[in-house]
């Protein structure tokens, strides 16, 4: 593609040598202007680009034309010409965004050289720049597919629901003889077709739990939950499974912790997954114990774990078996029927309320599964910045868009100064807001300062370099003794899937 330069310079037999000496050994489209305003007049009428201009010049002079231009026609390249005496100016057009110098007396072939080197970096930058707008397309693109997809697996799951029901019970009417006698053979058949609902429902309610997961709709009604009663109650409901299997099952509670905060369904259904599958891979006469211990608790976490004496799981699977539709390989693990969604249900129902959950296991010894929860004086609320987040995140998820969350903490400060500091830092970080939607506020009685913004990763990282650089000019920069300021950041969905998460994942980004 043919370039077009400008050449910019006052006087007439440059201007001219110039024109030759492109025309010749160039196939630049060249055209001329004698200082800054004619050549402004020019760019707002023609698209160049490059301008190559001389610095010292009536009216307006080579350093504020490289500014002007940068300023209002970034995508224009500018190179300035200078003499040995004003390499400062050349430096400082540089500074206001020209790609390169040239030193006067000119040397053709040289400048023809670098000129044409600007030029093509600039191409490769383009190149570059449209490939990534490709790849953030086409990321929205499989981010929308995908919450279709997730969209798709939960109405058709819900909707299977209600026939397959209708469909059990007319089987079990049949099946206890409500609609007439029926012999040992049929009563065999409809048992088994019966068996096979159940599996149906079961992989059923699986898919909509996962896609609730996945779309980070999971509601989440946290309180104060008393944990033993919880784990006794959950042991009590497996205790004919355990028996029929001759699984001898116990409890054991460190005593001692502080109450735990959490939803008590998805508690229960954490611990409902993970003693079906310890009882499930373990054999005839084998142990299953569950644990709570307040070991985390100093982090503000209490862990439960879910050991058994059973098969165990090789070491190169330990991280896979949370995976969606994983099932370990091997005899006795194919043995077992399951469809390889319980783990991965179990992790996403852990992480919503905020905790971890990891395996140890050893083959032929047992597995341990164990999982963490916050305990609840370690939980901090506050509605302001709950209804923000709640509303950005809500949009987010309708519009398959994505959010980020800052958190923005001060250190080593006494709680007067923290105020004021906290209260200047909002007002710094407004002005590297530009877009109506996003919010910034202070959570109250952690004194973090927040901000939500609506935008992914790429986006965070642009906000973060220019939250960084206001932090450095207005609180670091010539100050004897700085304030330590710290900044964590989550985007959702490519780090955490859910509300809580993003609010923990920013939150360990600050504390790390
Ligand atoms: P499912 O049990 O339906 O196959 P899960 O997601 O619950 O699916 O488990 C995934 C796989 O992890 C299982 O198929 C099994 O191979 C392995 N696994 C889970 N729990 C245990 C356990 N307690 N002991 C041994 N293997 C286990």
Redo the contacts with the bound molecule.
Sequence with gaps: MENRILVVDDEKEIREMLLKALTRLTEFRVELAGDGEEALKKIEQEDFDLVLTDLKMPKKDGLQLVADIAKSKPEILTVVMTGHGTIDSALEAMKQGASDYLLKPLNLEEMVVRLQKVLDERQRFVRLRDFAAQLERANQELKRADGMKSEFVSVASHELRTPLATIKNAIQLVLRGKAGEINETQTNFLSMADKNINRLTNILN?LLDLSRIESGRIKIKSQELDLRGLVEFILSSFKPQAEGKSIHLDMEVVEGFSPVYGDRENIEQILT??L???I???PEGGKVSVLVNPFREEGGMVAIS?R?S????PED?LEK??K?F???EGSL?RS???????????KGLVEASDGTIW?E?EIGK??T?TFTLPVSKGEKRDPHFRLALDGAFQRAQENFSSLTLFLIEVLDERAEAKDALLDQLEETVKKCIYRKLDIVLQREKEKILSVICEVDLQGAQVIRQRIEGEIQKHFIKDRDNPPVIKLGVATYPEEAISKRNLFRRAKEKLRS
Excluded: E, P
């Design positions: 699986n997954n993970l079906g599958n310890a499930k891979f373990t879910v058994d059973g098969i165990g799981i699977q078996v949370f969606k994983y099932q370990v693990h077992v029927s399951g469809t390889g969604l319980g783990l991965a249900i179990t395996v296991s047992g597995s599964f």
